[in-house]
């Protein structure tokens, strides 16, 4: 059984605390619904830190590959799990201010002293990901084949059938 971890972000942050560790993608049943299989794994590292102005921060790096479902033929395709995101901690009541702060590439979560790793990594990979994942043009050449093949079983069956009567009256 996998072992969730829980941090409180802001004294893992204001100590510079590191975790790191490796994760089936079956832990993430949020991921698991834009998935072909469910396999696969992703490796991650957390690190707290003060940014620049003396803010806590956590910041979250994501290495792995997965097999995200192409919505045009509903086949898998391998996707390549890379991130790597900053994330300030809001105290209580400051999260609206971060939010209208100019530099917008730092997100902002609530300071949490029991704060999820697990479900923390699976928003910023779900964030990451494409809305609306598909194989490159062109490339869902398999699915349109196996559509063809059962179109044509009917027919088959039928000349089946045409051979077995004909054999049949002779
Ligand atoms: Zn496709």
């Not at 409180?8 to 100590?15: C, P, R, V, Y």
Request: hydrophobic letters at 40%; one cysteine or more; glycine letters at 6%.
């Amino acid at each position: 059984m996998f072992a969730r971890h829980f941090i409180d972000s802001l004294d893992f942050a204001h100590n510079g605390r590191e975790l790191r560790g490796i994760v089936p993608l079956t832990e993430m049943p949020r991921l698991q619904d834009m998935l072909a299989t469910p396999d696969g794994k992703i490796s991650y590292f957390v690190r707290g830190l003060p940014d620049k102005d003396g803010k806590p921060m956590l910041e979250v790096t994501v290495d792995g590959l997965c097999q995200l479902r192409c919505q045009r033929c509903l086949n898998g395709f391998p996707y390549p799990l890379k991130l790597f995101s900053r994330l300030m901690l809001a105290r209580a009541g400051e999260l609206n201010e971060f939010s209208v702060d100019e530099n917008d590439e730092v997100d902002s979560i609530a300071a949490d002293k029991h704060l999820d790793v697990m479900d923390m990594i699976e928003e910023e990979i779900l964030l990451s990901l494409p809305f609306a994942p598909k194989h490159p043009q062109g490339e869902c050449h398999s699915a349109v084949k196996e559509i063809n093949a059962l179109d044509k079983r009917p027919f088959a069956i039928h000349e089946d059938l045409k051979c077995w009567s004909g054999t049949k009256r002779n």
